[in-house]
């Protein structure tokens, strides 16, 4: 399904409120690829990397998601350069948590200071005086919850972030969590292929908590020639990855899909799978494909 001109498809995924105010367009964009292998240091080309966060915007996209680790603070630098000054209706989300020491290697720290440290660098590198959402990129199990989340609450008290998120938890850690501090949002590894965690969607929509599902274009074996997506993919000119995407949309309604690229045709094609409107036939013959 390819996009016509002037249009901005992401407005058909529909609208979610995180945190109950701060409201986005459900398809958002994932912004941890424009930066350089291994998702460390500049990306080989920036200048495509900033016409990327242009173009999602000019689609219709109003939700990025970032972490300080992506570079570490590339993909941040990039979004202020390419975004700043913010439009009101975009959020920019970011993360810390999970500290680097090299391409590929990423290790959980989650001492109060050091998240404090973070958060005031991410504020600086965005060009924000508060962030809208502000996520634990991982708990550190060396370092007691209460003491992770105790100081975000306090980030959040002094107004430097508003609302606070989790990425990859259990639905105990979830509940363990929002007994220390408001919770609005969980990231997990999620996708057609992969839902293992099924469990903590269901939480999340029982809850009406923001579900954010990372990595969400796996289709595998599932997009080989004659496989569950090509007659579907066939009947509505689509991509395996456009399906995926509008699957995932379907999916719940508070699924929040945030596929990343670094470039803007590959962004134009993830897109327009907000334009992708499943039938309730095709939806549960995606759904009993990996069951």
């Known amino acids: 399904m390819a996009l016509e001109a002037g249009t901005r498809p992401a407005k058909e995924s529909g609208t979610y409120r995180i945190g109950g105010d701060l409201q986005v367009d459900r398809l958002g964009y994932g912004a941890m690829q424009i930066t350089g292998p291994g998702i460390w240091g500049d990306p080989k080309d920036p200048a495509e990397a900033v016409r990327v966060l242009r173009r999602a ?18 993909s941040e ?25 090299g391409p590929g290697d990423w290790r959980p720290v989650g001492r109060p200071e050091y998240l404090r440290q973070q958060c005031e660098l991410s504020l600086r590198h965005l060009g924000l005086e508060s962030i809208g959402l502000y996520q634990l990129h991982r708990i550190d199990p060396a370092v007691p919850l209460a003491d992770q989340l105790g100081e975000l609450a306090l980030l959040r008290e002094e107004g430097k972030i508003r609302h606070i998120g989790l990425s990859e938890v259990t639905v105990d850690q ?9 919770i609005v949002s969980v990231q997990n590894l999620y996708n057609l292929a992969n839902r293992d965690a099924e469990d903590v969607l ?21 997009a080989r020639p004659g ?12 991509t395996p990855a456009q399906l995926a995407l509008a699957w ?25 799978a907000a334009q992708v409107k499943l039938t309730d036939a095709e939806y549960e013959a995606l759904s009993t494909a990996t069951a």
């Open 227 to 238: 496989g569950p997506l090509d007659a579907v993919a066939t009947e509505h000119h689509a």
């Open 174 to 182: 979830i509940e363990a969590a929002r007994r220390i501090v408001p």
């Open 57 to 74: 915007y000019e689609l219709g996209v109003t939700f990025i998601d970032t972490a300080d680790s992506y570079g570490p603070f590339v």
């Open 77 to 101: 630098l990039l979004i202020r350069e390419a975004l700043h000054p913010y439009a009101d209706d975009l959020l920019i989300a970011t993360k810390a948590g999970l500290t680097r020491s």
């Open 202 to 222: 269901d939480h999340c929509e029982r809850h009406d908590l923001a579900f954010i599902p990372w990595f969400p274009i796996a289709t595998g074996e599932l």
């Open 248 to 272: 995932l949309l379907r999916r719940s309604p508070v699924m929040l899909p945030i596929p990343g690229t670094s470039s803007v045709a590959h962004l134009e094609e993830n897109v327009a």
